[in-house]
């Protein structure tokens, strides 16, 4: 975008711990979140306080995961609540270098338990599903918890000041107990203590993408029906199912 500058990206680094074979991911994500909160104001969109804090995470830590992962992969998390009765989204592409995510909290089915669904789209081939059961509200967490039992590979979360956030994948061979031992204070010291290289850089922003012409099929089966849908109004709003963004529909758009 030429009219875009730095600064309306949140910077990840992926930086390999030599010696220990573990990398290290992390980012600051002000960018992200000062997107995310003009997106909710555009759309009149606001959510509980609580959610919100989980929402913003979730997209952290899938970003972070993006670059811990191959280029070509689309990645979608979904995290089913019982109480609060809620659906947390969040999707992203190390391609599009972009994140977009929502809230759903109207009509949700309750489940017998809390469970964590990620879903990896690679162009030409089915998508992967893993589904994981998750107990705290701590979005970190389930992550540990997804690395362990969806990745096969032990991953640690880490929050830092300023909204930077870090993860910690294992590579083959890696350092078990340093990585089980190492805590939120010594992440800064990493670079000083260990033999590190940056391997790569890549940039994201808060973007969904969604249009009008994309977010109308979803009406289709209503065509033959367009009096259940209206209920006698001129015009309805419709949600895009990634952003939540609000669309008005006429009659004669369907």
């Known amino acids: 975008m030429p009219n875009e500058s730095p600064e309306d990206y949140t910077t990840v680094e992926s930086i390999f711990v030599r010696r220990r074979n573990v990398l290290m991911i992390r980012s600051r994500f002000p960018p992200i979140y000062t997107d995310y909160y003009l997106h909710l104001m555009q759309h009149g969109l606001r959510y509980p306080s609580h959610l919100d804090e989980i929402l913003k995470e979730m997209m952290a830590m899938l970003t972070l995961h993006l670059v811990a992962?191959?280029?070509?992969?689309?990645?979608a998390w979904t995290a089913n609540m019982r109480a609060p009765r809620v659906n947390i989204f969040v999707t992203g592409s190390s391609t599009s270098e972009q994140i977009t995510g929502r809230c759903f909290t109207d009509n949700v089915r309750e489940p017998d338990r809390n469970l964590f669904y990620s879903q990896t789209?690679?162009?030409?081939?089915?998508?992967?599903?893993?589904?994981?059961?998750?107990?705290?509200?701590?979005?970190?967490?389930?992550?540990?918890?997804?690395?362990?039992?969806?990745?096969?590979?032990?991953?640690?979360?880490?929050?830092?000041?300023?909204?930077?956030?870090?993860?910690?994948?294992?590579?083959?061979?890696?350092?078990?107990?340093?990585?089980?031992?190492?805590?939120?204070?010594?992440?800064?010291?990493?670079?000083?203590?260990?033999?590190?290289?940056?391997?790569?850089?890549?940039?994201?922003?808060?973007?969904?993408?969604?249009?009008?012409?994309?977010?109308?099929?979803?009406?289709?089966?209503?065509?033959?029906?367009?009096?259940?849908?209206?209920?006698?109004?001129?015009?309805?709003?419709?949600?895009?199912?990634r952003c939540a963004a609000n669309y008005s529909v006429t009659r004669d758009m369907i």
């Not at 990745?151 to 340093?178: K, M, S």
Request: proline share 9%; with cysteine.
């Open 69 to 75: 992962r191959p280029w070509a992969e689309t990645i």
């Open 121 to 241: 789209t690679v162009p030409d081939r089915e998508p992967r599903l893993s589904t994981i059961e998750i107990d705290e509200m701590d979005p970190l967490l389930w992550i540990e918890e997804f690395y362990r039992n969806s990745e096969q590979r032990p991953g640690r979360a880490f929050r830092l000041p300023d909204e930077t956030f870090v993860l910690l994948a294992a590579q083959p061979d890696f350092d078990e107990q340093w990585l089980n031992e190492v805590c939120a204070a010594d992440i800064p010291r990493i670079e000083q203590r260990e033999e590190t290289k940056v391997l790569e850089t890549r940039r994201f922003r808060f973007h969904c993408g969604c249009t009008l012409s994309r977010v109308l099929p979803v009406l289709g089966a209503w065509r033959e029906q367009p009096e259940e849908l209206f209920q006698g109004e001129k015009m309805i709003t419709i949600q895009c199912p």
